[in-house]
Antibody, heavy 118, light 107 residues
Framework: EVQLVESGGGLVQPGGSLRLSCAAS????????MKWVRQPPGKGLEWVSI???????YYADSVKGRFTISRDNSKNTLYLQMNSLRAEDTAVYFC????????????WGQGTLVTVSS | DIQMTQSPSSLSASVGDRVTITCQAS??????LDWYQQKPGKAPKVLIY???NLDTGVPSRFSGSGSGTDFTFTISSLQPEDIGTYYC?????????FGQGTRLEIK
């Protein structure tokens, strides 16, 4: 059974850092396109970052230079390192597995809440 | 960047009604478009992929059509369990972009 479990969210001060983890089971993270998608409280979905099976990475302009997506194939885990956090980064962060190139996100984690506030 | 303009932003319809949501892309995205349903407090669920393909296990009352820049999502006969928010997502180019969402309520 495919499962994605996020962790690492919490309360952080502006300018701080946080690393989110997404532990996968039932498939190989390294063989798939994996994304981070976030949702600010009461708002819509926003794509954050993607890592392709070949290793290429891309970011939304709003997080470029501050966030880094990575994976550890030995741990079958996806990561999102978030630095220089801002209040507008407050959101529930979901990891997803895309099953049709970069689309058809059939599998989502439960989400982890990141709150950036002093 | 490709902008996705989704409409309407909210919709109230009766059980059994036909419901239609549209997404317009600012540039040609071929058919690289998905439709998602999200219920409160839950992760989104993909209903339609590649603009018109019904995902596994999704009821046949859901359908999608379109290509290029204009896309339509339809529920042929609205059911009470269909309440939630619906999003389109294009993945023809990065940055990947979502529509603003359509909140669907039962009248």
């Amino acid at each position: 059974e495919v499962q994605l479990v996020e962790s690492g969210g919490g309360l952080v001060q502006p300018g701080g850092s946080l690393r989110l983890s997404c532990a996968a089971s039932g498939f190989a993270v390294g063989a798939n396109y994996m994304k981070w998608v976030r949702q600010p409280p009461g708002k819509g979905l926003e794509w954050v970052s993607i890592i392709y099976s070949g290793g290429a990475t891309y970011y939304a302009d709003s997080v470029k230079g501050r966030f880094t997506i990575s994976r550890d194939n030995s741990k079958n885990t996806l990561y999102l390192q978030m630095n220089s956090l801002r209040a507008e980064d407050t959101a529930v962060y979901f990891c997803t597995r895309s099953t049709n190139g970069a689309g058809r996100d059939r599998y989502w984690g439960q989400g982890t809440l990141v709150t950036v506030s002093s | 960047d490709i902008q996705m303009t989704q409409s309407p932003s909210s919709l109230s319809a009766s059980v059994g009604d036909r419901v239609t949501i549209t997404c317009q892309a600012s540039h040609d995205i071929v058919s690289y478009l998905d439709w998602y349903q999200q219920k409160p407090g839950k992760a989104p669920k993909v209903l339609i992929y590649d603009a018109s393909n019904l995902d596994t296990g999704v009821p046949s009352r859901f359908s999608g059509s379109g290509s290029g820049t204009d896309f339509t999502f339809t529920i042929s006969s609205l059911q009470p369990e269909d309440i939630g928010t619906y999003y389109c997502q294009q993945y023809n180019n990065v940055p990947i972009t979502f529509g603003q969402g359509t909140r669907l309520e039962i009248k």
